[in-house]
Structures are given as C-alpha cells and as structure tokens.
C-alpha cells in the first residue's frame, strides 16, 4: 500500500504543473472504493487552485469543493500531456488545459470523491480521525508525548492506527522504531518522554528520508512520470528477516502484530 511518503511522492510530482489549470472533462471507469459523489460534469470549467496532502489523500482546491483522491492498496497516478488510451485498470481521468491525471489501480480500493469543503459532513467522514501530520510544523513533542502516554496497545499498533500521527504505514514505522531503539510490542504508555523524544525525531526523520528517495517500491508504486522509489534499498530492519543487523549483525527477526509484519533488531531494540 502507499504510505505517506509516496504519496507525498506523488503530489510533489504533479501538483505545480496541475496549478491553475482549467477542468476540461472527467473520465470514470470501473467503480472504485467510493462514488464521485457529484455529476462529473459539473467539475468542467473548474480551476484547480492547489494540491495538498492529509495523511495518504490528496486534495485538490477547486472553483467549487474539493477533489479527495486515495491511491488505496496499490494505485498511482500518473500527469502527462499524451496519455494514451485507457487501460482496463485505469479507472479515473482528469482532463485538464494542461494535462491528463489518471489514476491506474488494478485493485480499485482507491477513490476520486469530490466533497463540497473541508469541514463538510462528507469530508469530516474521511479525514476527521486523522492525527497530525508528522511532517508538519504541528507535530509538537509535547503533544505526543502526552497521546502516546495515553494509549496501553503496542507502540507500533499505536502509530499505525493513526490518531496520534497520522501516516506512519508499517514500513516506516519499523524503520523509525529501530532508529529510535524501541521493540515494537513495547506499549506505548510504558515509554519515557526520552524515548519518546527519540521516537518523534525517527519518525520526521525516516519520513523526511523516504519522501527525498521517492517512497518506496515495494511491488508496483511508481510516482507520476512512472519512477520507482529506492527508500527500500536503505531499510535497516524493514522485509530483511533473518539477516544480520546492519549495526550488531544480530539476525533480525519477524513477528505478525495486528495481521501486519513487523521487524526488529532483538539487539539494539531490547525494550
């Protein structure tokens, strides 16, 4: 699935190229997680004013309302002026005065919703939950020190869940646990505000790394001009079970934690 980091990736790849252009029509394929939930053609004639990014959906600020678009377990997006004929799994087109965003997702467990504001109903539906963004200015260590002290499950499953910060996916919170020295089954409300300070800057840390490496490419993500990501090739414990640690060459281990893979060095994260 794509994480924070390559869809960041991917918003930085189109997002100033898309600024200020004119909807020109809209093309809708198979259906995908989510209706549009307006008449594609009322989107016409549109100026899309900017892309920002909330967790894993990004946001396009129109005339009128907001475009949400989710990349779900295995889409990507792609920006070009000749984008050639549909494939059976591209299943969304914006036609723009500038270019074609398609949206390619063999799964169709992403979606193109447009909503009519940030704080309206429809949106709270699908951003309301989401924690704070860790690449953001509002990621304060105060703050999360006090969330996480609250929370009895397992520090990894308290970062993937969200709420606290938002879009720490499972293969960049490994990573930022290792950096960090913390075993992931360790529960979050055991962990002392030193640790936890460690933990803040590994997360900002490894996300700001991944982001400037292209995200990840585990299987099929590739950003919009259809580059893979490398961040994968620097993983410390992340898919590397049963190989040394790269600090103590400690063989690193697996375990399953809420249906996910986990990695950890059984060394240099004792507790």
């Not at 779900?72 to 997006?77: D, P, T, V």
């Not at 020190?145 to 490994?174: D, F, H, W």
Request: net charge positive.
């Amino acid at each position: 699935m794509p994480e924070l980091p390559e869809v960041e990736v991917t918003r930085l790849g189109f997002a100033s190229a898309i600024a200020g252009a004119r909807i020109v029509a809209v093309r809708m394929g198979k259906p995908l997680r989510w209706p549009l939930a307006c008449d594609p053609a009322s989107l016409r004639g549109q100026q899309v004013h900017t892309v920002r990014r909330r967790g894993k959906y990004l946001l396009l600020d129109l005339d009128q309302g907001i475009l949400l678009l989710h990349l779900g377990m295995s889409g990507s997006l792609t920006f070009t002026l000749k984008p050639g004929e549909p494939g059976k799994h591209d299943h969304f087109d914006l036609h723009t005065s500038v270019g074609v965003l398609r949206l390619h997702d063999p799964r169709r467990f992403g979606a193109a919703v447009w909503v009519p504001g940030e704080e309206s109903p429809q949106a709270r539906k699908l951003l309301g939950h989401l924690g704070v963004e860790p690449l953001g200015e509002g990621f304060d260590l105060s703050a999360f020190c006090t969330a996480m002290r609250e929370r009895t499950a397992p520090v990894k499953q308290v970062l993937l869940a969200g709420e606290v910060v938002v879009g720490v996916g499972n293969i960049y919170a490994s990573e930022a646990l290792f950096q960090a020295g913390i075993r992931p089954t360790t529960r979050a409300a055991r962990l002392s505000r030193p640790r936890l300070a460690r933990l803040h800057h590994a997360v900002r840390d490894v996300l700001t790394r991944a982001v400037a490496k292209g995200g990840s490419t585990l299987r099929d993500f590739s950003n919009t001009h259809g580059e893979s990501g490398y961040f994968q090739l620097e993983a410390m414990v992340y898919g590397r079970a049963g190989q040394p640690c790269k600090v103590c060459d400690t063989p690193i281990r697996s375990i399953r934690q809420g249906q996910r893979a986990t990695f950890f060095c059984p060394q240099c994260q004792k507790a």
